[in-house]
């Protein structure tokens, strides 16, 4: 796994806390983590289904 460095803002930073401490996540890496991941198939979903109405 490669580690890369990034600026939050404290309001998104609080709200990860509030999950780490809620017990849904373990850390705010894993949160973040999460999102990318989430964010990434959504994209990849909507790209292919952009393919489709061109194609």
């Known amino acids: 796994m490669k580690v890369i460095?990034?600026?939050?803002?404290k309001a998104i930073l609080?709200?990860?806390d509030i999950l780490?401490?809620?017990g849904r996540y373990?850390?705010?890496?894993e949160v973040i983590?999460?999102?990318v991941r989430?964010?990434?198939?959504?994209?990849?979903?909507?790209a292919r289904n952009d393919?489709?109405?061109l194609g």
Request: hydrophobic fraction near 45%; proline fraction near 3%.
């Open 26 to 29: 373990t850390s705010r890496a």
């Open 20 to 22: 780490v401490k809620m």
């Open 38 to 46: 989430d964010l990434i198939r959504k994209e990849f979903v909507s």
């Open 14 to 16: 609080d709200e990860i």
């Open 51 to 53: 393919l489709k109405v």
């Open 33 to 35: 983590r999460v999102a």
């Open 5 to 9: 460095v990034t600026r939050v803002p």
